[in-house]
């Protein structure tokens, strides 16, 4: 089992690697002279320095085609997604040309780093835009990805705290909602770079997190303290304590009664009014059986709390004494 100091290493290693993830490549081709409102397009293609405006802004794509063009376009994504684009169409086909885009018509599906694209006949140009003006979850994709995230970590927080065999595979799935929410978010507010690598990173830390941390608070640990319980309670006790009560000299003497016997002297028949599970008797966080009502079971003998029964078909091991009633 890995410990905790480990697993937090690990994640911020891997974060570390998300945060410098190398950006999709952007850049000009062509022999146009373009720019985004007035910015060469070499100035805003590295994702360390992107193009900033506010919502109040229109996104500018401009310049001169030496070959002419028929019609100028220009694109905004957020990650693969295309969410606006705009575009004008030259008849003739001209040298010089122009395309916007309204950031306010943008601002309610997103903000945040997105990926601009502009392109003519002959030339395309890819460049980065950051958009603010508008807080992140008052957007469209904003509050989708904060809904992503909260419902994926409670579901891995409900899937750890139920500490069943299936928690660390629950944790883990539910780390592709946390994932892909915060990588989303991230997006949102202009700190990460949405791409498929991206979002496979984050969705990869996420899940690895939910998975660890399951397994370090997990059945493991609920299971070992069940089975000293257990053990410990059907526990053979090799001594019986008898006591004798006291008689006054003019009373006659009472035979000696037993007050406390802890193991059973002989065998009964049995039965259950609900079905029962049957622990191993050396496993006793094992179900090796069941008792069901309307059949009769021989119980063995009685230990603590617990019974040793058989089933009739070869199988024996230990039952709650609670859930069974004896014959007559």
């Known amino acids: 089992m890995l410990p905790l100091r480990l697993i937090l290493a690990l994640g911020l290693a891997v974060g570390w690697s998300i945060a410098g993830a190398s950006p999709a ?63 004008t169409a030259y008849a003739p086909a001209s040298d010089v040309f122009v395309a916007m885009i309204d950031l306010d018509d943008v601002s309610p599906f997103g903000v945040g780093l997105m990926r601009i694209r502009g392109t003519t006949d002959g030339c395309v140009a890819e460049a980065w835009l950051r958009v603010t003006g508008r807080f992140p979850l008052a957007t469209l994709t904003g509050i989708t990805a904060a809904g992503l995230t909260i419902g994926g970590i409670t579901g891995q927080l409900g899937a750890v705290a139920s500490r069943r065999r299936w928690s660390r595979t629950a944790a883990a799935l539910g780390g592709i909602v946390t994932g892909v929410g915060a990588a989303v978010l991230g997006q949102q507010f202009g700190r990460l770079q949405l791409s498929y690598l991206s979002i496979a990173l984050v969705v990869a830390v996420a899940s690895g ?60 028949w049995c039965y259950v009014l609900g079905e029962t599970d049957v622990l191993d008797l050396d496993d006793h966080g094992r179900v090796v059986g069941r008792l069901r009502p309307g059949t009769w079971y021989l119980a063995k003998r009685e230990v603590g709390p617990w019974l040793h029964v058989t089933t009739g078909d ?13 014959q007559g």
């Open 209 to 268: 997190l939910g998975f660890a941390v399951a397994s370090v608070l997990g059945p493991g640990r609920r299971d070992r303290n069940r089975e000293v319980a257990i053990e410990r309670a059907v526990r053979p006790s090799s001594t019986t304590t008898v006591v004798t009560p006291t008689v006054p000299r003019e009373a006659e003497p009472e035979p000696r009664r037993t007050i406390e016997r802890r193991f059973s002297a002989a065998p009964y």
């Open 25 to 87: 490549a952007a850049g000009a081709t062509g022999p146009c002279s373009m720019t985004f409102n007035g910015i060469a397009v070499d100035r805003v293609d590295s994702i360390s320095s992107p193009l900033e405006l506010t919502v109040d802004d229109d996104l500018i794509f401009t310049g001169t085609d030496p070959g002419t063009t028929s019609e100028a376009v220009v694109e905004i994504a957020i990650g693969p997604v295309t969410i606006e684009s705009g575009s």
């Open 314 to 326: 070869g199988v024996e091991g230990w039952v709650s004494r609670d859930a069974v009633h004896r």
